[in-house]
């Protein structure tokens, strides 16, 4: 590992944001003076946000709608798409990406507003697809927890996707709203080596205390799923089967899972990751990544973008179906109870 490596960050670099016509470049030494170097430390950006809730457009992506109570995440995962949307905010899909939180506090007044409004139709909303809302920002601001409280009181179904056992701190709460079949929660385990997850993955928790998420959930009466994302040939596709079954003994009941894509500014990420980490087998994984996207590392077309194609992408998931089948992991996702849904003052069922 290079002397000068960030640990504890994903990105290395910040790759230069396409929205933007100018860029500062370190061309001499000379010019030091004239040049910040990436700083590593976490800030948080409060944000007055104008919405909360957003249709999802992508038919792939298994919800219709989303919400998220931060922008930017500090798990800092080299893989994550959500990067590439951080240069809508004019910074980078890099370090920026894992260091500049924006935190949007006005979140719970948005939501209630929203499900206040008659025209919604009211289907799960999925809470996270864009950054993890359990990161470390939520200990300090706790905006997941108060979407949550004001899902329970309108009986708004939620699925929720994380890999931070911090949602634990939200237990009493999501068995709550589990006796009214109103919550699942789908918990991301990529790896159970820790050496991969350290720098794949490295402010999150260990795969060990992600089971532990889905034990404990599950004992409590949440609907527990287990999302395998992305697999990566070379990496942590081996896993498949490890992961599924120690999933399925805690608990888990549906499972999901993506092949590696790098789209936009995750190529130039992910490229720099893999040399500085995995320099002996560097080459490899990139032209397996390469094999399964026809030549590419990125292929954007619906329904093959997150599956792959080729004989490694069929491989893997050939494995997923089978291991979901021999361990039970075909549950429905979103088998939860949208009928019950009221708003505060309205008498019995609105459907």
Not at 33 to 61: F, L, M, Q, R
Not at 107 to 124: I, S, T, Y
Not at 209 to 235: N, T
């Amino acid at each position: 590992m290079e002397e000068n490596y960030f640990k504890g960050r994903g990105a290395q670099i910040n790759p230069r944001n396409r929205f933007l016509k100018n860029e500062k470049v370190k061309d001499q030494i000379e010019s030091i003076d004239d040049w910040t170097e990436p700083n590593p430390k976490t800030i948080y950006i409060e944000d007055h946000a104008k919405g909360i809730v957003n249709k999802v457009e992508s038919p792939d992506v298994g919800m219709m709608y989303s919400m998220n109570p931060y922008q930017g995440c500090e798990h800092g995962c080299i893989y994550c798409y959500a990067r590439n949307s951080f240069e809508y905010w004019g910074w980078s899909a890099g370090i920026d990406f894992e260091t500049k939180i924006v935190v949007k506090k006005n979140a719970p007044e948005l939501l209630r507003k929203f499900l206040m409004n008659p025209k919604w139709v009211p289907v799960p909303i999925s809470l996270s697809g864009n950054t993890d809302c359990y990161q470390p920002a939520e200990k300090k601001f706790g905006i997941t927890r108060q979407l949550l409280e004001v899902c329970n009181q309108f009986n708004q179904p939620v699925g929720i996707i994380t890999k931070n056992a911090g949602i634990l701190r939200d237990k009493d709460l999501l068995q709550e709203m589990a006796k009214k079949n109103l919550v699942s929660v789908l918990v991301s385990i990529t790896s159970f080596e820790e050496d991969l997850r350290r720098v794949m993955e490295p402010r999150t928790t260990t795969g060990k205390q992600r089971l532990k998420v889905i034990e404990e959930l599950a004992k409590d009466g949440v609907r527990m799923g287990v999302m395998l994302g992305p697999m990566i040939p070379g990496l942590n596709e081996h896993e498949m089967q490890r992961i599924m079954k120690a999933a399925s003994e805690a608990g888990a009941v549906f499972s999901a899972y993506t092949f590696i894509r790098l789209n936009g500014a995750i190529k130039l990420l992910f490229h720099d990751w893999i040399y500085k980490n995995f320099p002996d087998r560097a080459d490899k994984v990139w032209h397996l990544i390469e094999n399964a996207h026809d030549g590419k590392v990125n292929d954007s077309r619906y329904g093959i973008r997150m599956r792959g194609e080729g004989p490694i992408a069929d491989l893997v998931r050939q494995q997923f179906k089978k291991y979901n089948k021999i361990y039970g992991l075909n549950a429905e996702r979103w088998n939860l109870d949208s009928t019950q849904f009221r708003r505060p003052g309205e008498q019995g069922r609105l459907f």
